[in-house]
């Protein structure tokens, strides 16, 4: 990635307290447009997963300046067959990165998705949240009481998925559940 371009990925972080509990906050490197989306489709849909590195190497930046705790990195996990299909989870790939830069423990089969879900693309807010109810499970309770975790995704757009995911890990006892994500689409400040 050329110096312009990962300069613009870290001009505006994003950084939220509470937004939607049980997160206790999520960050990002900025708002999902220009070269943020850019990079997170090349990833995802171009298949150019050394990005994965470059990203997360800004996010655990992010995370240093954030002061946030350590934590156990939880990447949110893709239902099997759309991995089959990908052949990657680009959230392990970014949550890899960032446990690698920080020297935080990574597990990625802590959470599972048990129900495949449609696209989250064009869902309006009810509707992610109604798609994503109930998709996800822990898969080891016993690594999460008393726990703090980061969950990491590529994008946070209403907060349905990291919801989900975080009120999984809150419900087998977690103490404390927080985020990161590459992009924040519709973010308005706050």
């Known amino acids: 990635m050329c110096p312009e371009c990962q300069a613009a990925l870290i001009h505006e972080p994003i950084i939220q307290h509470d937004p939607l509990p049980p997160l206790l906050g999520v960050g990002a490197l900025g708002a999902f447009d220009g070269v943020i989306q850019t990079a997170v489709h090349a990833l995802k849909y171009d298949h ?5 590195d ?37 959230a392990a790939l970014l949550g890899r990165a960032i446990a690698r830069n920080l020297g935080w423990p990574f597990d990625e089969h802590l959470l599972s998705r048990v129900r495949q ?33 980061l969950l990491v995704d590529d994008v946070y757009t209403t907060g349905a998925t990291l919801h989900e995911c975080a009120a999984c890990l809150a419900e087998q006892g977690a103490s404390a559940v927080r985020a990161v994500v590459v992009g924040r689409a519709g973010f308005a400040g706050g």
């Open 117 to 149: 879900t449609a696209s989250q693309v064009g869902l309006g807010y009810h509707e992610r949240q109604v798609n994503v109810r109930d998709a996800f499970a822990v898969e080891h309770p016993d690594r999460v009481q008393g726990a703090s975790f």
């Open 54 to 90: 470059v990203l997360g190497g800004l996010l655990a930046d992010l995370l240093r300046q954030a002061a946030w705790p350590q934590a156990t990195i939880v990447p949110v996990p893709l239902h099997s067959s759309r991995l089959q299909q990908r052949g990657f989870n680009q």
């Open 48 to 52: 150019i997963t050394d990005l994965a």
